[in-house]
């Protein structure tokens, strides 16, 4: 009689080795450090310090200071997930058998402080990029729409403040898809070339809107 061949069912891994390594290594010292200070109250110190104020250093610098105090894995194991900010990463961890106690810790500072380090890496990878948009839209006395004031705030907590008429707007919107489109890979969602139609209408249609009023003065 033969035998069956047991099937293993490949595991589908986000980290290298290395970096397991790195993380069941670092997890072991937290462990360690929660012992002799079970809130953490070191690491969250030296993480507090370094958030006070983003800026372009801060990512690396909060990694590099996390690395000199606790060790470089420690450093690893607690650096990737909080600048992500994403508590989803941390599944992978689970899948390395970390301790609960350190798994619980590593999700508390991510809910404590991954807003702001997420902040610190985009400061780091687009300096210059959008942080947050605001919009506001202004009335005449029939109700109808005269103006919108649009704030762009940038990583940096630079901001710049436009106020327009809708179609300029419309406009805006219009060159902005036209330029998406055009970057879009040929098997991408229809979603995006379906917007662009029903924008490029509306201009079309103020375009001949205002030709109109133009020529009826």
């Known amino acids: 009689?033969?035998?069956?061949?047991?099937?293993?069912?490949?595991?589908?891994?986000?980290?290298?080795?290395?970096?397991?390594e790195n993380i069941k290594k670092g997890s072991a010292t937290i462990a360690k450090i929660l012992k002799s200070d079970p809130e953490g109250r070191?690491?969250?110190?030296?993480?507090?310090?370094?958030?006070?104020?983003?800026?372009?250093?801060?990512?690396?610098?909060?990694?590099?200071?996390?690395?000199?105090?606790?060790g470089a894995d420690v450093g690893r194991t607690i650096a990737f997930p909080l600048f992500?900010?994403?508590?989803?990463?941390?599944?992978?961890?689970?899948?390395?058998?970390?301790?609960?106690?350190?798994?619980?810790?590593?999700?508390?500072?991510?809910?404590?402080?991954?807003?702001?380090?997420?902040?610190?890496?985009l400061s780091l990878k687009h300096p210059g990029g959008l942080k947050q948009t605001m919009f506001d839209v202004s009335?005449?006395?029939?109700?109808?729409?005269?103006?919108?004031?649009?704030?762009?705030?940038?990583v940096n907590n630079d901001s710049i403040t436009i106020i327009d008429e809708p179609d300029s707007y419309l406009f805006l919107v219009y060159q902005i898809l036209e330029q998406l489109s055009s970057i879009e890979p040929p098997d991408a969602d229809t979603l995006?070339?379906?917007?662009f139609e029903k924008i490029e209408e509306r201009v079309k249609s103020r375009i001949k809107d205002s030709a109109r009023e133009y020529i009826n003065e």
């Open 192 to 195: 995006m070339a379906e917007v």
């Open 1 to 20: 009689m033969s035998k069956k061949k047991k099937i293993v069912k490949e595991e589908k891994c986000v980290f290298t080795h290395d970096m397991d």
């Open 139 to 154: 009335y005449d006395s029939s109700g109808k729409a005269h103006s919108i004031t649009m704030k762009l705030i940038k």
């Open 84 to 121: 992500t900010n994403d508590p989803l990463m941390l599944a992978e961890y689970e899948r390395l058998n970390i301790p609960d106690r350190v798994m619980t810790f590593l999700r508390y500072l991510v809910a404590l402080y991954g807003a702001k380090a997420e902040h610190a890496a």
């Open 42 to 70: 070191y690491i969250r110190d030296l993480i507090e310090y370094h958030l006070k104020e983003i800026d372009y250093d801060t990512h690396d610098d909060l990694t590099m200071a996390l690395a000199l105090a606790f």
